[in-house]
């Protein structure tokens, strides 16, 4: 930080001086340091939040940020860096509708040209909306510029209240910057892809196993626990009979109904082609219970023929995989009930069915002696 002000001081003694050539090469060196320390950090997320509070601090702004484009063309500030003492204001700028940056900032930025506010009260006479926007946020001076992605416009960096006496010549530095912001975000974009097929069962969309040993290791081992084991009834005879197609959709759907039933309290993970594991972290024992009571009818409701087997710990202190495996063990007591009820419904049905067959030959045999 020392250093970082000491800079800033030379800086700001060659403007006033009017060695404008010693002002250019500072702030390109400034600009360039930053950028260093951005790309060594081996996370995007951090890459982005490094590159922006260097950006605030070296250009002595309040804050920086960064508004990105949502599916529904609308903006979400999705980065926010403060000075100390500034508030954050990103929690109220989500969602925030075009039409506010449309009529003069949407021009400007498909143009590749930057917005630069020197004095706020001026600019009222220009963009109405905006200034009232702006200076609810206390701001009274800006800058911002457009991000730029292959071409397409994906939202805007900015600062907050920086020297106005500064702002037209480090502009064009900073616009500059933006280009790098753009590679960051897709980096990012990227890194999430990557984590999500990673992670994440591609059929389903629920976590797969190496994000249940994620899960498992990042438990805090002191609180309660439930898991629940499903195992998926008729799979192979779906596959066999509808072909694998329908048995997709089958596993689809049952992973679907897990997922609502385990909402934001648990974590939904396919173990294998039709096994699935529910985790309930910090759960109580009553709840825990409740839970897999209305999973059991939701998927009896929902046609989906599944057997359950659960168990609770007041804690995590037992290995992970002891935990999974003796969740799986009462899934298969279940599941052995559960075929040995239907093997008893198949012989009742055989026997009815049988006896009447018996009465027939018993019939025959009568008519043949009668005849004899």
Request: aromatic letters at 8%; charged letters at 25%.
């Amino acid at each position: 930080m020392g250093e970082e002000r000491e800079s800033s001081e030379v800086l700001s003694a060659a403007f006033r001086e009017g060695r404008l050539a010693d002002f250019y090469a500072g702030c390109e060196h400034m600009f360039n340091v930053a950028l260093s320390m951005a790309l060594m950090k081996e996370d995007p997320e951090d890459s982005i939040n490094s590159l922006l509070s260097s950006a605030g601090e070296k250009m002595e702004s309040e804050r920086a940020y960064i508004f990105e484009f949502t599916r529904s063309n609308q903006l979400n500030n999705t980065y926010e860096w403060c000075a100390p003492g500034v508030a954050p204001v990103i929690g109220m700028l989500q969602d925030v509708s075009l039409e506010v940056y449309a009529p003069c900032w949407l021009p400007r930025f498909l143009r590749h040209e930057y917005i630069m506010i020197p004095d706020m009260e001026a600019y009222a006479a220009i963009d109405l909306p905006m200034y009232r926007l702006l200076k609810a946020q206390d701001i009274h001076t800006l800058l911002a510029a457009p991000i730029y992605l292959e071409g397409k416009f994906i939202g805007f960096v900015g600062v907050d209240n920086p020297p106005a006496k500064f702002m037209q010549y480090v502009a064009p530095l900073f616009q500059a910057l933006t280009s790098i912001v753009g590679v960051l975000l897709r980096h990012r974009d990227n890194r999430k892809k990557l984590q999500q097929l990673a992670f994440h069962d591609r059929l389903t969309g629920v976590g797969n196993r190496y994000a249940c040993d994620d899960c498992m290791k990042r438990l805090d081992r002191e609180k309660p626990i439930g898991l629940v084991f499903g195992d998926l009834n008729g799979l192979k005879q779906m596959n066999d009979t509808r072909g694998h197609e329908e048995g997709d959709l089958l596993i689809y759907h049952a992973a679907q109904v897990m997922q609502e039933q385990a909402g934001a309290r648990g974590r939904v993970f396919r173990m294998g082609g039709d096994e699935f594991l529910i985790v309930y972290a910090g759960i109580g024992r009553q709840d825990f219970a409740q839970e897999v009571a209305r999973l059991r009818q939701n998927l009896s409701r929902q046609n989906v023929s599944m057997v359950v087997g659960a168990v609770w710990h007041e804690n995590v202190r037992q290995n992970a995989d002891a935990l999974i495996t003796e969740a799986d063990l009462a899934m298969y007591k279940k599941k052995d009930a559960y075929h040995h009820r239907r093997r008893c419904r198949i012989y009742s049905l055989v026997g009815e069915g049988a006896k009447p067959a018996g009465q027939g030959e018993a019939a025959s045999e009568k008519e043949t002696s009668k005849k004899a």
